[in-house]
């Protein structure tokens, strides 16, 4: 630092020289100095000093690049203090609420973003239920806010080049510090606020999204799930410990969503589908979805799918978005409204239809069932030829002179004719009980609906004699 002053003052001195020769021959002229016109001759000097400054400055800014060049800088790892912020649910601090506990979802800023302005995410991921821990990324930005990669010096030039010194980098694992920081916000988190216990959900952009990936890989008995945008996963594709790294996503059932511009020119695509092959060997959990163009902005769709991602991991909530057929009903319950409405006004149509559908429904078809009793007489005519076979030859068999065995005779036809009368019942509740012959002759007659009955009963009047048929009944008792 010393030197470097001396050459910021070199330029200054020998402006001062020629004054410092002067002064002997100007001792004894002192007296001379009262003149006014010294201002004018002391103006002419100045641009003889102007015309040495440049002279100097040429010698200046090669002792510059040398100082530069014999500069040393070095890496060295050493403790800093961390922040980060916490965003609770609304509703946290009402009495009602002072034993329930709520999931945490960490939310890492992009480089350059500041707690504010990371916090933002958390509404379009829904705050309800949910308590959100934002660590502040470690180094300060160039512009402004955070970033998770320090300001390297300048005389190391750019990753990448020869004169950057990536082995002392790489040996410093400064994606592990971060990740450690964040696992340590975590753990205070957890002290401070009603969080309940177990695994995490991350969600990243940018770089967030490089170091949600790097988090679950590096904490893995931390992480359920984990949301990453447009980051870069050389360290996982490219390192030799990749394949350990993604074997303990696998080994803790860890659950990845990934997103990247097919063009994105900061971080190239290569990286996220070589993340996406080494996930699906291993059979991780995962699902990659590539944007058209070069912007990693995501669309509505990839946000609100992002927003299921995350509120499935750590609230339970559905993974598929509902079907949205559920209003369709309603239309097709109303289109039947205009079809019964024979008349114009709306409200009265509905009614009226109602109304004529009740004695629809009650149409007389029923009462026909009433109508089935017609088949008993097709039965009555069935008996009806049986009898009459069997009376009129009996009938006629005995002689005249002998009514009484005749009685007899006809009492025994009308024994072996009983059988009939158990179709007839139905109709004997309608005919009288007559046991004399000349009963029985007309007892076919009643049911004798079928003509052919009414020709039978010619043969009993011959049998003219009613009078020995009284003496008949004792027998037949």
């Not at 360290?235 to 990749?242: A, F, Q």
Request: glycine letters at 4%; proline letters at 18%.
């Amino acid at each position: 630092m010393k030197k470097s002053l001396l050459i910021a003052l070199l330029p200054l001195l020998p402006s001062c020289a020629p004054p410092a020769s002067a002064p002997p021959p100007q001792a004894p002229e002192a007296p001379a100095q009262p003149a006014p016109p010294a201002p004018a001759p002391e103006a002419a000097p100045q641009p003889a000093a102007a015309a040495e400054t440049p002279e100097a400055a040429p010698a200046a800014e090669p002792e510059a690049q040398q100082l530069a060049s014999a500069l040393h800088e070095h890496a060295l790892l050493q403790e800093q203090v961390g922040f980060y912020a916490v965003l609770t649910p609304p509703g946290y601090d009402d009495p009602a609420n002072a034993k329930q506990k709520y999931p945490i979802v960490v939310l890492l800023p992009s480089a350059g973003a500041t707690e504010a302005e990371t916090a933002k995410k958390a509404d379009a991921l829904g705050r309800d239920g949910v308590i959100y821990v934002i660590p502040r990324a470690p180094y300060p930005s160039s512009t402004e806010g955070y970033t998770a990669s320090p300001a390297f010096p300048q005389t190391w030039g750019q990753p990448g080049t020869e004169t950057f010194p990536q082995k002392d980098v790489d040996s410093l694992k400064l994606s592990k510090l971060y990740t450690a920081q964040i696992a340590s916000a975590l753990k205070d988190a957890r002290k401070r606020y009603r969080t309940a216990w177990g695994k995490v959900t991350v969600y990243g952009e940018g770089e967030g999204g490089t170091y949600a990936h790097n988090f679950a890989a590096h904490q893995p008995w931390l992480v359920k799930a984990y949301f990453a945008s447009g980051g870069q996963y050389d360290e996982t594709t490219e390192g030799k410990s990749g394949a350990a790294q993604v074997q303990g996503l696998k080994s803790n059932k860890i659950s990845a969503m990934l997103v990247h511009a097919e063009a994105d020119p900061t971080a190239k695509v290569d990286s996220a589908k070589k993340l996406d092959e080494l996930l699906t060997k291993h059979r991780v959990d995962h699902e990659l979805s590539l944007i058209q163009g070069s912007s990693p902005v995501l669309t509505a769709e990839l946000r609100d799918k992002a927003k299921r991602f995350v509120r499935h991991h750590c609230c339970g909530e559905p993974l598929e978005a509902p079907p949205p057929a559920a209003p369709a009903p309603a239309p097709a319950a109303a289109k039947p409204a205009p079809a019964p409405a024979g008349a114009k006004p709306a409200p009265a149509s509905p009614a009226a239809p109602a109304k004529p559908a009740t004695p629809a429904a009650a149409p007389a078809a029923k009462p026909p069932a009433p109508a089935k009793p017609a088949p008993p007489p097709p039965v009555a005519k069935a008996p009806a030829p049986k009898t009459a076979p069997a009376t009129p030859p009996k009938a006629a068999a005995p002689p005249a002179a002998k009514a009484a065995p005749a009685a007899r005779s006809e009492d025994k036809t009308a024994a072996k004719a009983a059988p009939p009368k158990t179709a007839d019942k139905p109709t004997a509740g309608k005919a009288a009980p007559p046991k004399d012959v000349p009963a029985k002759a007309t007892a076919p007659a009643k049911p004798g609906a079928a003509k052919p009955e009414a020709a039978k009963p010619a043969p009993p009047p011959p049998a003219t004699p009613p009078p020995p048929a009284a003496p008949a009944a004792p027998p037949s008792k």
